[in-house]
């Protein structure tokens, strides 16, 4: 079955705790990328990657890391987590068919970060 | 940067009732794509309708359907026969022709009355 996979679903942990949200893909996707959902402010993009050791940042990218070692994963990483990090975050990923294409982006089922 | 809005914060429809969400955008590109996701309460993004800029004809997906209105940077979504299940968060994105990226506006949560 295609589909983005994400762990941990759900994590409670303390300010300054480094964490690592994985995110991998079986479909051979070559675009990956990392959002934060807040209310009110739907998805906004944090990192991105068009293929391996290829990333760059979203529109939200302080406060996180990324790495992009292998095709299928792309791990999301808060080296000090903060209070303001407390979110919903979605991986996705998307083939890259050229300019015109209008492929969608596929969705993890997302994992909810409470930094305390 | 492109930027989308979604101006109905929440929304209500009657069972079997029909109902349209609102979607704008801004953009000074030519080619580019928008969607409409489907988020319910279990939090999957699930995607409902697409459409290409250089399409005139509006998609449709069975009851789903869109009113795409280019020069007014316009993308509605109209759902008919509205079920309970239909009960979500809706998020209009674009997607820009020459990259990946996409811009996703702050959802409209739709309740479905029985």
């Known amino acids: 079955e295609a589909q983005v996979t994400q762990n941990p679903r759900y994590l409670i942990t303390v300010t300054g705790k480094k964490l690592t949200v994985t995110c991998s893909q079986n479909m051979n996707h070559e675009y990956m990328s990392w959002y934060r959902q807040d209310p009110g402010l739907g998805l906004r993009q944090i990192y991105y990657s068009m293929n391996v050791e290829v990333t760059d940042k979203g529109d939200v990218p302080e406060g996180y890391k990324v790495s992009r070692k292998e095709k299928r994963n792309f791990p999301l990483i808060l080296e000090s987590p903060s209070p303001n990090q407390t979110s919903l975050y979605f991986c996705?990923?998307?083939?890259?068919?050229?300019?015109?294409?209008?492929?969608?982006?596929?969705f993890g089922d997302g994992t909810r970060l409470s930094i305390l | 940067a492109q930027t989308v809005t979604q101006s109905q914060p929440e929304m209500s429809v009657q069972e079997a009732e029909t109902v349209t969400l609102s979607c704008t955008y801004d953009t000074s590109e030519s080619d580019y794509y928008l969607f409409w996701y489907k988020q319910p309460p279990s939090r999957q993004m699930i995607l409902v309708i697409r459409q290409e800029a250089y399409k005139q004809q509006n998609a449709t997906e069975n009851r789903f359907s869109v009113n795409f209105q280019k020069a007014a940077k316009s993308f509605s979504l109209k759902i008919s026969d509205s079920q309970l299940g239909d009960a979500a968060m809706y998020f209009c994105a674009y997607r820009s022709g020459g990259n990946n990226d996409m811009r996703f506006g702050a959802g409209t949560r739709l309740t479905v009355k029985p």
């Open positions: 996705a990923s998307s083939p890259w068919t050229g300019r015109y294409s209008n492929q969608p982006q596929h």
